[in-house]
T-cell receptor, first 115, second 113 residues
Framework: DTAVSQTPKYLVTQMGNDKSIKCEQNLGHDTMYWYKQDSKKFLKIMFSYNNKELIINETVPNRFSPKSPDKAHLNLHINSLELGDSAVYFC??????????????FGNGTRLTVT | KQEVTQIPAALSVPEGENLVLNCSFTDSAIYNLQWFRQDPGKGLTSLLLIQSSQREQTSGRLNASLDKSSGRSTLYIAASQPGDSATYLCAGNYGGATNKLIFGTGTLLAVQP
């Protein structure tokens, strides 16, 4: 299946731990994103990478570090997890030049719970 | 500040009814506007994308309009079905090629059989 897939689907961990979320897309897109959806369901962009190069970094704490080994993968590593990091994290991808046929494609999300 | 707002926050309609979801944005320098649906526990599915030079886009029973001068977009759903029940989100692209989307707060739609 062509898709954006992210793992794990659920992640429960304690404060202070370090965790990673992985994302892969097989759509041939050259741009990938991380979005955060908070408890009020509000979605906000965190990062965007184009061909392994960071192009959007939206005032996210430096405890969050995205890593893109190639244009089909964008992983998110979070250090020293805090309670406020609890949210659903969505990975997405698109072509770099959005047009009628290149909207964003989203993964199914990773629900992170920090206790 | 770029903000996107959706009204109403929730909507319940009987099956078969036509309905309109509203989206407003504060900054008209929009590259395109995208409508998504989100089902519980799932990611977002793209429904329609309207370029800033376009006035509307249609896909099946869905029609989205864009009026940059008034800062508004609407999503019209014809002959609603229970399967249309979901949260509908609009997002303004303010990044051009970088596809930086500012999302609205969403409208939770329930279509009653």
């Amino acid at each position: 299946d062509t898709a954006v897939s992210q793992t794990p689907k659920y992640l429960v961990t304690q404060m202070g731990n370090d965790k990673s979320i992985k994302c892969e897309q097989n759509l041939g897109h050259d741009t990938m994103y991380w979005y955060k959806q908070d408890s009020k369901k509000f979605l906000k962009i965190m990062f965007s990478y184009n061909n392994k190069e960071l192009i959007i970094n939206e005032t996210v704490p430096n405890r969050f570090s995205p890593k893109s080994p190639d244009k089909a993968h964008l992983n998110l590593h979070i250090n020293s997890l805090e309670l406020g990091d609890s949210a659903v994290y969505f990975c997405a991808s698109s072509h770099y030049l959005p047009g009628p046929n290149s909207p964003l494609h989203f993964g199914n999300g990773t629900r992170l719970t920090v206790t | 500040k770029q903000e996107v707002t959706q009204i109403p926050a929730a909507l319940s309609v009987p099956e078969g009814e036509n309905l309109v979801l509203n989206c407003s944005f504060t900054d008209s320098a929009i590259y395109n506007l995208q409508w998504f649906r989100q089902d519980p526990g799932k990611g977002l599915t793209s429904l329609l994308l309207i370029q800033s030079s376009q006035r509307e886009q249609t896909s099946g029973r869905l029609n989205a309009s864009l009026d940059k001068s008034s800062g508004r977009s609407t999503l019209y759903i014809a002959a609603s079905q229970p399967g249309d029940s979901a949260t509908y989100l609009c997002a303004g692209n303010y990044g051009g090629a970088t596809n930086k989307l500012i999302f609205g707060t969403g409208t939770l739609l329930a279509v009653q059989p």
